[in-house]
């Protein structure tokens, strides 16, 4: 069973920035898509960003496109996600999974804690 943890979460102003870091044990992630997802209370789970298993393609939710940055180095067993010009509405609990490359759907409903972002205006 894998095992994701998060982390580079925090507390920045407006305008600020972020990297995330996701890293994998249990298995190997040089041949599966990944992708980093956001909750907030009340809200359903959402995919931010994408990236295809060798990091050639890469997809983001539009509302943090051109902002976030997804990539991966399979030597390391880790994924990361830059996040730039942070906006209050990015505050969220981030994960990251495996992903069904095309659907975006996570491989199963294992999610590890998460690491915080808050964003203040």
């Known amino acids: 069973q894998v095992d994701l943890v998060e982390s580079g979460g925090g507390l920045v102003q407006a305008g600020g920035s972020l990297r995330l870091s996701c890293a994998a044990s249990?298995?190997?992630?040089?041949?599966?898509?990944m992708g980093w997802f956001r909750q907030v209370p009340g809200k359903e789970r959402e995919i931010v960003a994408a990236?295809?298993?060798?990091?050639?393609?890469?997809d983001y939710l539009d509302s943090v496109k051109d902002r976030f940055t997804v990539s991966r180095d399979n030597a390391k067993n880790m994924v990361y996600l830059q996040m730039d010009s942070l906006k209050p509405e990015d505050t969220a609990v981030y994960y990251c999974n495996i992903i069904q490359w095309g659907s975006n759907i996570p491989w199963n409903d294992s999610w590890g804690q998460g690491t915080q972002v808050t964003v203040s205006p």
């Open positions: 249990g298995r190997t992630l040089s041949s599966v898509a």
């Open positions: 990236i295809s298993w060798n990091g050639g393609v890469t």
